[in-house]
């Protein structure tokens, strides 16, 4: 039987990814830096009907991953594994963001070359490749907006997209790429190689101690969030399309969730005994970190649409679905974050 390798599948999207491919009954390779995923999602996922391997490496070995090609008949690839660097780790380490995030992937794009058995790649990129573009567009386009990354995250994002399609086209590969928004919910967590976590796990980490949450000033600036559940559909998506209408898709919301933090807020506060949030006011410090002082443009998600895709979660009904699961998971999986204490 063949099976989906998914590198950096302990983390955060990885969960999410290796949860629904699992659900479906396929059988499924993580390949990280990790021994095993973290207890609480072995347990979930041990009682779904596909099947799990972990096997612990890095993605910069080659020799790694063109073994696990071969040992499991890899015929699909997530090559997720990444190190999404905030100012001072690119500034202290660009060597080592730029040999993970880009020469990683081709790295395990060439362990799919030499398998010979790989039948569709999905490459991760990022809303970080519009950049500069995405303050002065109101909506960011696959074909129109130019890509202008600002940091080396974005910088290794854009170049994961551009070198894995071209050397997909010269090595006989059939890859797409997935410019994925910026993401929240079920099993977020802080891997230590990801600076910028979402300010929604830091409002839940608030309202799981029946804290008080300090959001930015109002208003918020414009921010189209994706809810995971719908990001993994669109990735899903990808993975199974055949003839797809172009190479690179935005998988987002298409929507400003700014507007309705404040909602989602409310909806948590009338939950979760204690939970207090505000805006901050006077000169205030937040403690929710929004990653963000600049409105930005929308991703389009026409194209990804055209695949027979659409987000289901409005931000509300987001907020209360990833409460739910919460709740479903008893206090097995309590995200950790550096996130300072509300
Ligand atoms: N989370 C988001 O909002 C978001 C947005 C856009 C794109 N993405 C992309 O999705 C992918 C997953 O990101 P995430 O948010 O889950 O990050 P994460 O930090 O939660 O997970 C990254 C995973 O990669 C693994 N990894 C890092 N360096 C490695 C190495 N040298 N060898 C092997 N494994 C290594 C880590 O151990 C971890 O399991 C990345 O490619 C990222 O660029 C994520």
């Not at 086209?169 to 790429?177: E, P, Q, R, S």
Request: glycine share 10%; aromatic share 8%; net charge negative.
């Amino acid at each position: 039987m063949s099976a989906i390798l998914v590198t950096g599948g302990a983390g955060f999207v990885g969960l999410n990814l290796v949860e629904a491919l699992l659900a479906r009954g396929e059988q499924v390779v993580v390949f990280g830096q990790e021994a095993a995923l973290p207890a609480p999602a072995g347990e979930v996922f041990a009682s779904l009907p596909g099947r799990l391997e972990v096997v612990t490496g890095d993605v910069r070995d080659a020799a790694a991953l063109a073994a696990v090609f071969v040992s499991h008949r890899i015929d699909r690839v997530f090559p997720f594994a990444a190190i999404t660097a905030g100012p001072a780790r690119e500034a202290a380490s660009p060597g080592l963001v730029l040999d993970v995030n880009l020469h990683g992937v081709i790295a395990t794009l060439a362990g799919a070359r030499d398998a010979g058995t790989v039948r569709r790649v999905v490459l991760p990129a990022s809303s970080a490749v519009y950049g500069d573009s995405a303050y002065d567009h109101d909506w960011l386009d696959e074909v129109t907006t130019p890509c202008m990354p600002i940091s080396l995250y974005g910088v290794t994002k854009y170049a994961v997209e551009r070198a894995g399609l071209r050397l997909a086209g010269l090595w006989g590969l059939d890859a797409v790429a997935a410019r994925i928004g910026a993401t929240y919910g079920p099993w977020e967590r802080d891997t230590g190689l990801r600076d910028t976590l979402s300010p929604h796990l830091a409002i839940f980490q608030a309202a799981l101690r029946g804290g008080v949450a300090i959001l930015p000033p109002a208003p918020l600036p414009r921010y189209d969030w994706v809810y995971v559940k719908d990001l993994v559909a669109g990735l899903l998506a990808l993975l199974d399309c055949t003839d797809p209408p172009g190479r690179v898709f935005n998988i987002a919301s298409a929507q400003d969730w700014s507007p309705h933090v404040a909602a989602c807020c409310d909806g948590l506060a009338a939950e979760m005994p204690g939970f207090t949030w505000r805006h901050a006011v006077d000169g205030e410090s937040p403690n929710i970190p929004f990653n963000e002082t600049r409105s930005r443009g929308l991703m389009a998600i026409d194209r990804a649409r055209s695949l027979g895709w659409a987000p289901r979660f409005a931000p509300e009904g987001a907020y209360a679905d990833y409460a739910a699961w919460l709740r479903q998971m008893d206090g097995r999986f309590v995200a950790v974050a550096s996130q300072p204490q509300g």
